[in-house]
């Protein structure tokens, strides 16, 4: 067992009250438990818990080592979630190319709310009513309507226009 789950486990022993307590929220055999404090006790070269037919409890070493193993497990757990957190967050930058009219009336409005809840992108968006050559344009996405012709590029159907859906002004 690694020094951190060593920790934990101590940690978990003293807020149950009990090895198998502890060893039944890892998940582990209770042989492991008393084997991971057996380590911790022989690293620090102090007793951590004093056991007796009553229970058991910390020792005055044990509640210091307590206190800085929950905080270590804790700051492991905020590192796990902030590792997440940058893997998943949009950054960089982006170029994309769209209608004038569509980005007008789809993209636009939205702009600010998207780049709200990904602050580390940066967007650039050209305007253009032609089909540019993406690549050579340095485009890193396009949105575009009408027909897909053959291509080697990766597209995706977003959205489908609904014809006859509203009534024309001629009706």
């Known amino acids: 067992m690694n020094r951190l789950a060593a920790m934990e486990a101590f940690v978990r022993v003293i807020d149950t009250g009990s090895f198998s307590g502890a060893a039944r929220q890892l998940r582990i055999g209770q042989p492991a438990i008393s084997k991971a404090i057996a380590q911790l006790e022989a690293r620090a070269g102090v007793q951590l818990l ?5 229970g058991l409890s910390a020792t ?3 509640q ?5 193993a929950r905080r270590a497990i804790e700051e ?19 170029r994309i190319s769209a209608a004038v009219t569509f980005a007008r009336l789809h993209v636009i409005p939205r702009l600010a709310r ?3 809840a990904h602050p580390a992108l940066d967007i650039d968006i050209v305007l253009d009513d032609r089909n540019v050559d993406l690549i050579e ?4 996405l396009a949105l575009r309507m009408g027909v897909l012709s053959d291509s080697s590029l990766t597209a995706r159907r977003i959205a489908e226009r609904l014809r006859n859906l509203l009534p024309t002004l001629a009706d």
């Open 60 to 62: 005055e070493a044990g």
């Open 50 to 54: 004093v056991r007796s037919t009553h």
């Open 114 to 116: 998207f780049l709200d």
């Open 137 to 140: 344009a340095g485009i890193d």
């Open 76 to 94: 492991a757990d905020e590192a796990d979630a902030a590792a997440r957190g940058a893997g998943a967050a949009l950054s960089g930058k982006v």
């Open 64 to 68: 210091r080592f307590y206190d800085h």
